[in-house]
Every structure is written in structure tokens, then in C-alpha cells.
Nanobody, 127 residues
Framework: QVRMVESGGGEVQSGGSLRLSCQASVPGRTFRSYTRGWFRQAPGKEREFVAAITWSAGRTTYADSVKGRFTLSRDNTKTTVYLQMNNLRPEDTAVYYC??????????????????WGQGTQVTVSS
């Protein structure tokens, strides 16, 4: 059973920083390699892509709205991914979800490309 646990959300003022973590437990019979991604969903809006990292090469890709402010990384075991969010803005307010895509070699930016999701963590940025 795939399990993902997100943490690190909270409330900050505009210009502040937060670091989100997502620890995954993926049985080998499910996937042996996978792309990890972060999406976010604000009230009344659809879930949108934020960042993704591929399995082998560790290539990262970002939404234009967060490029230069957010950094996606992972630990050496590839179990946990981190989303460092700097210079946060009120428009970054959303529930942030980490996901797993079986398309391990691609920088998957489309929501339907992800098969598993975490429970979400709230990020609130006040002006």
C-alpha cells in the first residue's frame, strides 16, 4: 500500500519561507521508480502543478508562478522530497499535495499523470 505523509505547512507573512516535506512508502510490487510532484489547490480553484522531480536523473521542473522562489529536492534514499518555498506571496495560499507518478523518466506536470496523493498540508500567506 502506497503511503505518503506531508508536513511543514503553516501560516507566514508575505515574503516569508516554509519548507514542506513528503515522505513516501511505496511497496516494490507497486512501483520501483517514479516521479514525485507537488501540486496545490486554492479554494474554488482546480489543483495546479507546482514542481516535479524525476527518479533517476533528479531533473526538476517548476510552474512559472513559483520559478525562482521554490526549490524541490530529495534525500539520498529518494524517500523524502522537500519543497523549499521562499518569498511567499498571498497567492501561494493553498492546500499543497505531494503525488507519485509511475512515469519515472518524465517531468510530469499534469494532474492525471499521478496515481497517488498525500493528504495535503495547508499553507497560508498573509499580506
Amino acid at each position: 500500500q502506497v503511503r505518503m505523509v506531508e508536513s511543514g505547512g503553516g501560516e507566514v507573512q508575505s515574503g516569508g519561507s516554509l519548507r514542506l516535506s513528503c515522505q513516501a512508502s511505496v511497496p516494490g510490487r507497486t512501483f520501483r521508480s517514479y516521479t514525485r510532484g507537488w501540486f496545490r489547490q486554492a479554494p474554488g480553484k482546480e489543483r495546479e502543478f507546482v514542481a516535479a522531480i524525476t527518479w533517476s536523473a533528479g531533473r526538476t521542473t517548476y510552474a512559472d508562478s513559483v520559478k525562482g522562489r521554490f526549490t524541490l529536492s530529495r534525500d539520498n534514499t529518494k524517500t523524502t522530497v522537500y519543497l523549499q518555498m521562499n518569498n511567499l506571496r498571498p497567492e501561494d495560499t493553498a492546500v499543497y499535495y505531494c503525488g507519485i507518478s509511475p512515469n519515472a523518466g518524465a517531468e510530469v506536470t499534469w494532474r492525471v499523470g499521478y496515481d497517488y496523493w498525500g493528504q495535503g498540508t495547508q499553507v497560508t500567506v498573509s499580506s
